[in-house]
C-alpha cells in the first residue's frame, strides 16, 4: 500500500481568525511517500489473528509554496518554510528552484532572478530593479518591472526548491528493562499502544535479538530486537515516535 499525502488535493480550505492554516495541512508535507507491507498472517491454535507488516517512510524531496500578493501592502516579503517547518527541513544548498508565476496566456513564466533575493527561507520581491550595461562612455539603463508586484491580475506566484536528503533506518528496536524486575519495567522505546498497557508492546523474542554491553548497567539491561510485537484490540492504535 503506497500512500501520497503531499498532493493538493488534500488542500484544507479551514483557517483560523489569524489565517494560519490547519495542523494536517501545515505537517503532511513533509512526508514523501509511507510504504506498508504486509509479509506475514497467520492464526494460532488459540484463535489468535497475527499479521506482520514492514514500513517505511520517505521524506520529500521537492516543496512548492503558492503566495498570493496583497496590493494593500507593499511589504512583499513570504516566508517559504512557515510554521516551524525549518526545524524539520534544510534547503539543499540553501537556495530556490525557482520562483514562477502563470502570465495572462495562462503559461508557466520563471520570475527574473534579479527581482527577488531570498535567505533564512524568506524570499523579498523587488517592484523593479534598474540594469546598467555597456561601457564608458556607451553606457545603457534598462528598467526591468516586476510583473508581480504590479498590480494586475497576475497576483499568485509559487516558490520551489529542493530539500536536504535525509534518510534514516532501523536495523534494531532498542528496548531495556530493570534486571529484577523484567516484567513492570520492560520497555520498548519509541513504540507504545495508545492508552494501552505497558506490555501491549514486547520485542518478539523469536527472532534475532541481542544485549548492549556497552550501555548496559548491573541495574539496567540495554537490548536491541530486530522485531517488536503489539497485542492490539478493537480501536487500539500503534503509535512510533519518529522525533526520538
Known amino acids: 500500500m503506497a500512500i501520497y499525502p503531499w498532493s493538493n488535493v488534500f488542500d484544507n480550505i479551514l483557517q483560523s481568525c489569524e489565517g494560519s492554516i490547519s495542523y494536517r495541512e501545515r505537517y503532511r508535507k513533509l512526508s514523501g511517500s509511507s510504504i506498508i507491507s504486509p509479509f506475514e498472517y497467520s492464526l494460532s491454535i488459540d484463535e489468535t489473528y497475527s499479521l506482520f507488516l514492514s514500513y517505511r517512510l520517505n521524506r520529500r524531496e521537492y516543496f512548492e509554496e503558492r503566495f498570493e500578493i496583497d496590493y494593500s501592502t507593499t511589504d512583499y516579503t513570504f516566508d517559504y518554510l512557515p510554521d516551524g517547518l525549518d526545524s524539520y527541513i534544510t534547503e539543499f544548498d540553501g537556495s530556490i528552484s525557482s520562483v514562477y508565476y502563470?502570465?495572462?496566456?495562462?503559461?508557466?513564466?520563471?520570475?527574473?532572478?534579479?527581482?527577488?533575493?531570498?535567505?533564512?527561507?524568506?524570499?523579498?520581491?523587488?517592484?523593479?530593479?534598474?540594469?546598467?550595461?555597456?561601457?564608458?562612455p556607451n553606457i545603457q539603463l534598462r528598467t526591468i518591472q516586476n510583473p508581480i508586484t504590479e498590480e494586475n491580475e497576475i497576483s499568485e506566484f509559487y516558490v520551489s526548491f529542493f530539500a536536504q536528503p535525509y534518510d534514516s533506518s532501523f536495523a534494531s528496536h532498542k528496548?531495556?528493562?530493570?534486571?529484577?524486575?523484567?516484567?513492570?519495567?520492560?520497555?520498548?522505546?519509541?513504540?507504545?499502544?495508545?492508552?494501552?498497557?505497558?506490555?501491549?508492546?514486547?520485542?518478539?523474542?523469536?527472532?534475532?535479538?541481542?544485549?548492549?554491553?556497552?550501555?548496559?548497567?548491573?541495574?539496567?539491561?540495554?537490548?536491541?530486537?530486530?522485531?517488536?510485537?503489539?497485542y492490539l484490540e478493537e480501536g487500539d492504535t500503534l503509535s512510533f515516535d519518529i522525533a526520538g
Not at 517592484?127 to 550595461?133: A, E, F, G, T, Y
Not at 554491553?213 to 530486530?226: M, P
Request: glycine residues 6%; negative net charge; without cysteine.
Open 175 to 230: 528496548f531495556s528493562y530493570k534486571t529484577d524486575d523484567l516484567e513492570e519495567t520492560l520497555n520498548v522505546n519509541y513504540w507504545s499502544v495508545l492508552g494501552g498497557e505497558s506490555l501491549d508492546v514486547m520485542p518478539n523474542f523469536g527472532a534475532y535479538y541481542y544485549n548492549n554491553l556497552d550501555e548496559s548497567t548491573f541495574d539496567e539491561s540495554i537490548n536491541h530486537a530486530t522485531q517488536i510485537s503489539a
Open 102 to 136: 502563470y502570465n495572462k496566456a495562462g503559461e508557466a513564466t520563471e520570475l527574473n532572478s534579479l527581482l527577488y533575493t531570498a535567505t533564512n527561507h524568506k524570499i523579498t520581491l523587488f517592484d523593479k530593479r534598474v540594469i546598467q550595461s555597456g561601457i564608458h
